[in-house]
């Protein structure tokens, strides 16, 4: 039977154990490598704007997806504000974290973009929606062009 074919008698079904191995390499694309490179190398952030309608996209893209205009890197502060939060008080295994760990969803200044990230130097209890909060980065030293080179976000 190929796929093509329309199958009648589900007793024509069969199931076949075992393991399908499957490797792949995501790439963050031409934009993502770009803000990754300048936050590696000089620590800043970066969007980009449609040089058409002037939408400021982040994480940076190098097309708009509402013109289909090219766009132009731009350098942002990496500064926010908290629109949604949570705490994490036990890891992934369902054991208790010795310190809650706090989870937000911020809003960049300056684009039409958010990021999810660790909030810190902060307690659960004084967070709030509309914080303001900027980034931590690793040292330049130990920065490795990702994501995790934001250690996290802390009160502005």
């Keep these: 039977m190929v796929f093509t074919e329309k199958i009648i008698d589900p007793r024509e079904l069969r199931h076949v154990e075992g393991k399908i191995e499957l490797y792949w390499i995501y790439t963050s694309g031409e934009a993502g490598d770009y803000f990754f490179k300048k936050l590696r190398d000089e620590g800043k952030f970066t969007a980009a704007k449609c040089k058409k309608c002037g939408y400021i996209?982040?994480?940076?893209?190098?097309?708009?997806?509402f013109d289909f205009s090219e766009t132009e890197y731009v350098e942002v502060s990496g500064e926010g504000c908290v629109v949604a939060y949570a705490v994490a008080y036990y890891d992934k295994n369902g054991e208790k974290l010795e310190k809650p760990e706090i989870y937000a969803l911020i809003e960049m200044n300056g684009t039409n973009g958010r990021i999810i990230h660790l909030l810190g130097e902060v307690e659960p209890e004084d967070i709030c929606i509309g914080m303001k909060v900027k980034p931590v980065l690793k040292p330049k030293e130990e920065r490795e062009g990702k994501i995790t080179d934001i250690l996290y976000f802390k009160p502005a």
């Design 57 to 65: 996209f982040f994480p940076p893209r190098i097309y708009c997806e």
